[in-house]
């Protein structure tokens, strides 16, 4: 087991179906602070459970005392961390990882694709991009998830289309119910990208993998295409 912080629990609240924001306080910790690029992410370990990595959903920042991190449920150590009471104890890693690099991102279109909890990260990038949004130039956020209620963070993505930034979702299980795109978020690109686009992708291999070969088919450089681990 890696060493690790010790850190509160202040909370956690449902956000999509089997997903679930949790809120660590990391307050007068080595860890206030050590957040520094969007994307990255931490190890969480309690006692008797094998630990695991969880992205960072917050924007990093020098002031930063608080982490939230998306959690499915379903397995051991997902289910014990959600039901904690605020002010339990949980051992938390320094942020690892390279993050994406949004340096890379100024001043040219900006395409981020995950899917599931995979848009942990992303969410990350966005909350980071928004506080200098002309700084970027187009940005679409490609989300995809199984049924229509496991999107998460659905007010907070409506919202970026006040920052002129594009929210394409689509479901691999539609029910009778939703009436928007379904595939898989590779499907749903586009024929042509805008010049000198960058992506930011998270998720599963396969995703990634046949995001990355699309990208590269409509335009986008192989090494602007960018992993966060």
């Not at 608080?66 to 104890?89: F, I, N």
């Not at 690892?96 to 991102?105: D, T």
């Not at 395409?111 to 969410?123: D, K």
Request: net charge neutral; hydrophobic share 40%.
């Amino acid at each position: 087991m890696r060493d690790g912080v010790r850190a509160q629990v202040m909370g956690s609240s449902r956000v999509a179906e089997g997903l679930h924001l949790l809120s660590l306080s990391v307050e007068r910790t080595p860890l206030a602070g050590a957040h520094m690029r969007a994307g990255q992410y931490v190890w969480l370990s309690l006692p008797q459970y094998s630990e695991a990595p969880f992205a960072l959903v917050n924007a990093p920042g020098a002031r930063v005392d608080r982490y939230e991190l998306l959690v499915r449920s379903g397995s051991l150590l997902s289910d014990a961390l959600l039901g904690l009471h605020p002010g339990a104890p949980v051992t938390v890693g320094t942020p690892e990882g390279p993050g994406f690099p949004l340096e890379r991102a100024r001043g040219r279109p900006l395409v981020l694709a995950g899917t599931g909890s995979g848009v942990s990260p992303l969410i990350s990038v966005l909350r980071t991009l928004v506080r200098e949004r002309r700084e970027y130039g187009h940005v679409m956020l490609l989300y995809g998830a199984r049924t229509p209620a496991e999107f998460a963070f659905g007010p907070e993505l409506d919202a970026l289309m006040e920052k002129k930034i594009d929210v394409v979702r689509t479901v691999s299980a539609p029910d009778s119910g939703w009436s928007g795109l379904t595939g898989y978020v590779q499907h749903h690109i586009g024929q042509e990208l805008r010049h000198g686009a960058v992506a930011f992708l998270c998720g599963q291999p396969e995703m990634v993998a046949a995001m990355t070969e699309t990208l590269v088919e409509r335009g986008v450089k192989r090494e602007d295409v960018f992993l966060n681990v």
